[in-house]
């Protein structure tokens, strides 16, 4: 299996200027995760889909943000319009949630990260 | 609401010398606990996880963590450390039937010395 994909790796773009992150989830999973790693606030939950549908978005910053899961092997986050502050790395990662002996045995799997960089 | 506490931000140790690195939680319902690991410019890595059972759980390359429920804590462990350990170790919770999302801890970063 190839993992979680994320593209691009490194994106640097221009304050105001519309950002999309891609993510391929690893085939069969069914939750899709978005997290955002900078120094001073760590990683942070963005938001989370299950089965497509977005269950928590709370940890999105703000309205500039936005996710989309069209199907099960694919999701995008976009700022529009970026702010040097969004600069991080920003993370996608993926779940089965198999249930086992009444248990979720979930455990996420994370991509490589694409870091942006807004100037 | 739950949060995940790190109690140390940096931890430098010798080759072949034990590390132990803290994490204690705090949460208002049930968790799930993680330990990943994160090498320099890669993403997060599983190492270990506590559902349910036995407090002492074993993981990848060497490391266990013991699970104690009223001290609310999940410190992760390892007896003998190489070079290769050197990375950021991420501690985190995952509330039952909260869909699997992870609460983060702010990170150790684990410096392994010859």
């Known amino acids: 299996d190839a993992g979680v994909i994320q593209s691009p790796r490194h994106e640097v773009t221009e304050m105001g200027q519309e950002v999309t992150l891609r993510c391929k989830p690893i085939?069969?999973?069914?939750?899709l995760f978005w997290y955002r790693q900078t120094m001073m606030r760590g990683l942070e939950l963005l938001i989370y889909?299950?089965?497509?549908?977005?269950?928590?978005d709370s940890g999105m910053p703000e309205d500039r943000f936005s996710a989309k899961m069209p199907n099960a092997s694919f999701s995008t986050l976009k700022i529009q319009p970026s702010e040097p502050r969004d600069s991080a790395v920003y993370f996608c990662?993926?779940?089965?949630?198999?249930?086992?002996?009444?248990?979720?045995?979930?455990?996420?799997?994370f991509g490589p990260g694409t870091r942006l960089t807004v100037t | 609401a739950q949060s995940v506490t790190q109690l140390d931000s940096q931890v430098p140790v010798f080759e072949e010398a034990p590390v132990e690195l803290r994490c204690n939680y705090s949460s208002s319902v049930s968790v799930y606990l993680f330990w990943y690991v994160q090498y320099p410019n890669q993403g997060l890595q599983l190492l270990l996880k506590y559902l349910s059972g036995s407090t002492l759980v074993k993981g990848i390359n060497g490391f266990e963590a013991e699970f104690n429920k009223s001290q609310t804590s999940f410190h992760l462990r390892k007896p003998s450390v190489h070079i290769s350990d050197t990375a950021e170790y991420f501690c985190?919770?995952?509330?039952?039937?909260?869909?699997?999302?992870?609460?983060f801890g702010q990170g150790t970063e684990l410096s392994v010395k010859p």
């Open positions: 889909f299950n089965n497509n549908v977005p269950i928590d």
């Open positions: 985190a919770v995952s509330p039952y039937n909260q869909g699997g999302k992870l609460i």
């Open positions: 085939s069969g999973h069914n939750s």
């Open positions: 990662a993926s779940s089965p949630v198999a249930m086992e002996a009444g248990v979720n045995r979930y455990e996420q799997y």
